[in-house]
């Protein structure tokens, strides 16, 4: 089975400032993909960043990057020019690479609320 | 960009009744539709897989008979809370499958049961 761990249950950050959040994970696979999602107030899930375990390259989306330690299974979400609307939970989440039918099924850490000050 | 639209959106109950929660892909269709429990401020919890013209497939210790999962269409699954129990009070969320890897989720429903 795998885990996925949040260890910062909150964090706060400067409006326009950077601000990373961490992501451990276990898992005896060794193809699969790792995501961050973000849950605002609205309770709406919005995917922030997918990465696949086979690319060694860090995957970017405009501001957020994330830095992938395949080795260390280490998945942390860097998040540059914070802006108010980041303000929200983050959840780190972990997805078997089990061939297309099985594309779905996700493990999620426990979340980082995360606030941005003005 | 497409779009899973889950109902209602908050219910409440009273405790022995039974609460239905659709989730529906609004243009594209979903053959495999999952099914997430979330306690305030928590993580979300997968519950079950549902496929379309079969059984859904449970977590460890979710009860089947009480979380009833009905996916008849290609758009459309349905999670019964059966008898529910002011422990179900929850938010639940649906997502979808579109093609081989694209993700949606719905909006999520709150279930209140007094």
């Known amino acids: 089975a795998q885990t996925v761990t949040q260890s910062q249950p909150e964090m706060s950050v400067q409006e326009a400032e950077t601000v990373t959040l961490s992501c451990t994970y276990d898992?005896?696979?060794?193809?699969?993909?790792l995501f961050w999602y973000k849950q605002p107030p609205s309770r709406q899930m919005i995917l922030v960043i997918r990465q696949e375990a086979y690319k060694q390259q860090n995957a970017t989306e405009n501001r957020f990057s994330v830095n992938f330690q395949k080795a260390a299974k280490s998945f942390s979400l860097k998040i540059s020019d914070s802006q108010l609307g980041d303000t929200a939970m983050y959840f780190c989440a972990f997805m078997k690479q089990a061939g297309g039918t099985s594309y779905g099924k996700l493990t999620f850490g426990q979340g980082t609320i995360l606030t941005v000050h003005p | 960009g497409a779009v899973v639209s889950q109902h209602p959106s908050r219910v409440i109950c009273k405790s022995g009744t039974s609460v239905k929660i659709e989730c529906r892909s609004l243009d594209f269709q979903a053959t495999t539709m999952f099914w997430y429990r979330q306690f305030p401020k928590q993580s979300l919890m997968l519950m079950a897989t549902?496929?379309?013209?079969?059984?859904?497939?449970?977590e460890q210790g979710v009860e089947k008979d009480k979380f009833l999962i009905n996916h008849a269409s290609l758009t459309l699954s349905t999670l019964t809370v059966t008898s529910a129990h002011p422990e179900d009070s929850s938010f639940y969320i649906c997502?979808?499958?579109?093609?081989?890897?694209?993700?949606?989720f719905g909006s999520g429903t709150q279930l209140s049961v007094l």
């Open positions: 549902s496929n379309e013209g079969s059984k859904a497939t449970y």
């Open positions: 898992t005896s696979e060794n193809n699969y993909y």
């Open positions: 997502s979808a499958k579109r093609g081989t890897e694209k993700l949606f």
